[in-house]
């Protein structure tokens, strides 16, 4: 068993590295580094950029010191899914990365744990990076969807990942941003369970549309939201042709070929939930960014 020591001596280094390089950013989980938050004062530290990661529950149960960690960096939250240690660091960086938090110009050095428990340390030049989150062309994902929807359809989906729907695995693609694109390159699988609602109805931004959106995840197809968060169709068949699959792992079913395909035609992001394994896959530009594998 790790010692608190230990995990303690591994936040200290990194705090080092962060304030003696200017160009690096600590990211740490708020549940692996809250034993020292009380106790210590070395991370009130103003020297060097840091990011302090919250799942949603944690966020709200610590509302009280919520101005208290933002004196000590910017927080970030994110859904409420059991991760392992490494997924952590792709979900953490994902939402950083299309928020405009980070950028590919930033070099990171990602914490993680396991059981709340420090253990881990990772430094990341995310231009470079290829394991855990990788980009070709441009990185920027605010130019194709309003980063709040971005996040709550990743949120929605690996809540269906992980929870499934009616007691069963749920495949299914959500599709965001380059609508006019988008909307020539599918076609409608079902009646539109959409149409005829006012766009402020259908924005799941204003509108409590999770149960909504989870329960068309059933259907076969896609669902299409634009950059705003308005829901355009659901059901929809992806018509393109398949995108080259050089880049791409081998194995993949239709539904990951389709989702990479309309990321390669259209400016879109592609979100996609595995039935059989319940990863869940983004893809950008035709390939993938990052896969968020499904903790059992």
Do not use: W
Not at 43 to 71: A, Q, R
Not at 285 to 295: A, D, H, L, P, Y
């Amino acid at each position: 068993m790790i010692a608190l020591e230990t995990s303690k001596l591994i936040l200290e280094k990194a705090l080092e590295i962060v304030k003696s390089q200017d160009n690096i950013t600590l990211l740490a989980y708020y549940g692996d580094i809250s034993p020292y938050l009380n106790s210590d004062d070395f991370l009130k530290d103003n020297n060097g950029k840091k990011i302090i990661v919250m799942k949603e529950n944690e966020f709200e149960e610590n509302s009280d010191i919520i101005d208290n960690l933002k004196k000590i960096g910017e927080i970030v939250k994110v859904p409420n899914v059991k991760y392992d240690r490494i997924n952590k660091i792709k979900i953490a960086l994902m939402i950083c990365t299309s928020s405009g938090i980070l950028s590919k110009d930033d070099d990171v050095l990602a914490l993680s744990g396991s059981g709340n428990q420090l253990d881990t340390a990772l430094l990341l030049d995310i231009s470079k990076e290829k394991e855990l989150l990788s980009f070709k062309g441009d990185i920027d994902l605010e130019k194709s969807v309003k980063p709040e929807v971005f996040e709550k359809v990743l949120r929605i989906a690996l809540e269906i990942a992980n929870q499934g729907r009616e007691g069963k695995s749920v495949g299914t693609i959500f599709i965001l941003g380059d609508k006019e694109n988008v909307m020539e390159n599918i076609k409608q699988m079902i009646f539109n369970p959409f149409k005829g609602y006012d766009p402020d109805e259908r924005n799941i931004l204003k509108a409590n549309l999770d149960d909504t959106l989870k329960e068309y995840s059933l259907l076969d197809g896609a669902t299409v939201i634009d950059c705003n968060g308005v829901i355009e169709t659901a059901g929809a068949y992806i018509s393109v042709s398949a995108a080259s699959t050089e880049e791409l792992p081998k194995g993949l079913g239709a539904r990951h070929i389709a989702a990479a395909s309309i990321t390669a035609t259209t400016k879109a992001i592609s979100i996609v939930v595995s039935e059989s394994t319940g990863d869940v896959t983004i893809f950008k530009n035709g390939s993938i960014v990052t896969r968020i594998e499904k903790v059992s």
